[in-house]
C-alpha cells in the first residue's frame, strides 16, 4: 500500500536546515583566488548527493569547491552539504574531460523529500539560490545534478508535479540569459534499504522528456555489493554513479 507523505509546513522548513550543519572549511581546506570565468556543476538531493558515500582517495582536483563567498579546491568532504562521509563530486570530477576547471556547488542535504525541496519556503531552495546569485555574476551555470527519491519511496506523490514546482521556485529569480545553457542531469533513485520503487523510477524518467534533461540508470540499478548500508554507495557504487554522471557531462560538451 502507497504511503501518503504530509507535507512541510512553512514553519517547520523555515527552522530546518540550519547552515551550521553544512560541511565547512577545514583546516587544510585553503580558499583560493578565482579571475577567470568558470563553468558551474550544482550537485544536490538527499543524502547520496551530500556527504554520505564512500570514495576512493583522489589526487588533488583542478576543479573547485564553492562555499560562503570562497572558492576551495574539491576535495572530500564537499564544502556545503551535510553528512560525514564523502561526497560523489570528486569522483565525478576525476573523469570530467575538460582543460578548465568546472565550479562545484555542493548543496545536497541527507534525508530530503521533494516536497522539501518544492516547499514554497524551502530553505534548502533558498540555500543554493542565495549561492548561484553569488556565482553567477561572474560565472556560468551548466549543470544540475539531482540525485533524491528514496524519502519518497513507496509513497503517492506526484514527482513531476513537486519537481517541477521545485525547479521554477529554484530558477525564478535568473534571466533566459543565465539559464539558457543548463542541462539537469536526473538519477533514477527510491532504494534505501527498502524495494526498488518503478512507479518513482517512472516519474523520474518522464522528466526527461523536456528539454535538456537527461535521466541516468543509476542509482537503482546498483544492488547491495555497491552499498556499504543497503542504501548509501560504497566506493564501487561511486564509481558507478560518477562514471554515468561524468559520460552525460563528457558528450553534451562535445557537442557544444
Given amino acids: ?38 563553468d558551474i556543476i550544482v550537485l544536490f538531493g538527499q543524502s547520496n548527493s551530500a556527504n554520505s558515500v564512500i570514495s576512493k582517495e583522489y589526487s588533488k582536483s583542478k576543479h573547485l569547491n564553492y562555499f560562503n563567498k570562497k572558492f576551495y579546491p574539491l576535495s572530500n568532504p564537499a564544502l556545503g552539504a551535510n553528512g ?3 561526497s560523489v563530486a570528486p569522483a565525478i570530477a576525476a573523469k570530467l574531460q575538460s582543460k578548465n576547471p568546472y565550479i562545484f556547488l555542493t548543496n545536497g542535504w541527507g534525508g530530503t523529500s ?10 534548502l531552495v533558498k540555500y543554493v539560490k ?21 524519502s519518497d519511496n513507496n509513497t503517492d506523490v506526484d514527482y513531476i508535479k513537486e519537481f517541477n514546482i521545485f525547479r521554477k521556485n529554484l530558477l525564478s529569480d535568473f534571466s533566459f540569459e543565465k539559464l539558457k545553457d543548463i542541462k539537469w542531469i536526473i538519477t533514477q533513485t527510491s532504494i534505501c534499504g527498502n524495494e526498488r520503487d518503478y512507479i518513482l523510477n517512472n516519474q523520474q524518467k518522464k522528466l526527461a522528456e523536456r528539454h535538456k534533461v537527461y535521466v541516468t540508470n543509476v542509482t537503482d540499478n546498483l544492488d547491495i ?19 554515468e554522471i561524468a559520460k552525460i557531462i563528457n558528450q553534451q560538451n562535445k557537442k557544444s
Fill in 225 to 243: 555489493n555497491y552499498r556499504f548500508d543497503e542504501c548509501h554507495f560504497n566506493k564501487f557504487g561511486t564509481e558507478e554513479i560518477a562514471n
Fill in 114 to 123: 521533494i516536497y522539501d525541496w518544492s516547499h514554497p519556503n524551502s530553505m
Fill in 1 to 38: 500500500m502507497l504511503k501518503k507523505r504530509k507535507k512541510t509546513s512553512q514553519s517547520k522548513n523555515c527552522k530546518k536546515f540550519p547552515s551550521r550543519e553544512r560541511i565547512q572549511p577545514i583546516k587544510y581546506k585553503k580558499h583560493i583566488n578565482v579571475t577567470s570565468n568558470k
Fill in 84 to 86: 560525514d562521509k564523502d
Fill in 130 to 150: 542565495k549561492n548561484l546569485k553569488e556565482l553567477l555574476k561572474k560565472h556560468q551555470l551548466r549543470y544540475l545534478i539531482w540525485i533524491q527519491g528514496e
